[in-house]
């Protein structure tokens, strides 16, 4: 297959032109990485177990599998990883139905997006039941698309979930900008190809070649991210 990147020093303007903006959820658009941890120390805590808070930096940001899945291991709990995972969905649930706080500038950056016709897709690791439940909040009508782990073969750290949101909207992986708040995110958003602004929110994350990290999402805009199509990578 002949590669349709053009060399570097090379990029012309279409191959510089920003096609699609790609969005992790949790901890990216809605302050909700410490829900999971919450659901997930609650729930073991009826089981009997105590998690050790150094366990949080091992779980965030990935599948649901693999986070039970270690949880179930160290703990040595005894729950299946299918019922586990039944039980953190519900926790989670119950907390942002209570609250569900945005994070600071997601609200604006998503109407901006909108605004301006900038095909947008959601990629999250969530289930499609968590995910259905917090559009309620950022609004369905701010997405072209949405990706949840459950209907993908592999989810983050693969590049599985980017690929098949760039090619529902149409778009070349390597003229999408991802945004993200963790490792893993991160890691399948580079996979895939795409430029990466990571927000970091529970581990920090170190700036890399055809990635940019902020503190925030208040200092991301629309020609910020144009802006990375034409930055050497």
């Known amino acids: 297959m002949t590669s349709t990147v053009p060399p570097p020093g090379t990029r012309t303007a279409e191959s510089s032109?920003?096609?699609?903006?790609?969005?992790?959820?949790?901890?990216?658009?809605?302050?909700?990485?410490?829900?999971?941890?919450?659901?997930?120390?609650?729930?073991?805590?009826?089981?009997?177990?105590?998690?050790?808070?150094?366990?949080?930096?091992?779980?965030?940001?990935?599948?649901?599998?693999?986070?039970a899945g270690f949880l179930i291991e160290a703990t040595g709990a005894?729950?299946?990883?299918?019922?586990?995972?039944?039980?953190?969905?519900?926790?989670?649930?119950?907390?942002?139905?209570?609250?569900?706080?945005?994070?600071?500038?997601?609200?604006?950056?998503l109407a901006e997006l909108a605004a301006h016709g900038v095909p947008t897709a959601l990629v999250s690791a969530s289930h499609r039941r968590i995910i259905d439940r917090v559009l309620l909040s950022l609004g369905a009508q701010n997405f072209t698309l949405t990706v949840a782990g459950d209907e993908v073969e592999r989810t983050k750290p693969f590049p599985d979930p980017y690929l098949i949101a760039a090619a529902g909207l149409g778009a070349d992986p390597t003229r999408c900008a991802v945004i993200e708040d963790t490792a893993t995110g991160v890691a399948a958003a580079e996979a895939a190809g795409c430029h990466v602004v990571a927000v970091p929110s529970v581990a920090p994350i170190a700036p890399a070649a055809g990635r940019t990290v902020v503190r925030s999402l208040e200092q991301v805009d629309l020609p910020f991210l144009r802006g990375l199509m034409t930055e050497k990578r």
Do not use: C, K, Y
């Open 78 to 109: 005894r729950i299946t990883l299918s019922e586990l995972t039944v039980l953190l969905n519900d926790g989670f649930e119950n907390r942002i139905a209570r609250s569900l706080p945005l994070m600071p500038g997601a609200a604006r950056l």
């Open 17 to 67: 032109t920003l096609q699609a903006v790609l969005l992790d959820m949790d901890g990216t658009l809605v302050d909700t990485e410490g829900f999971w941890w919450d659901a997930e120390v609650e729930v073991f805590a009826q089981l009997g177990h105590r998690l050790d808070d150094a366990w949080r930096h091992v779980v965030v940001g990935g599948p649901m599998t693999r986070s």
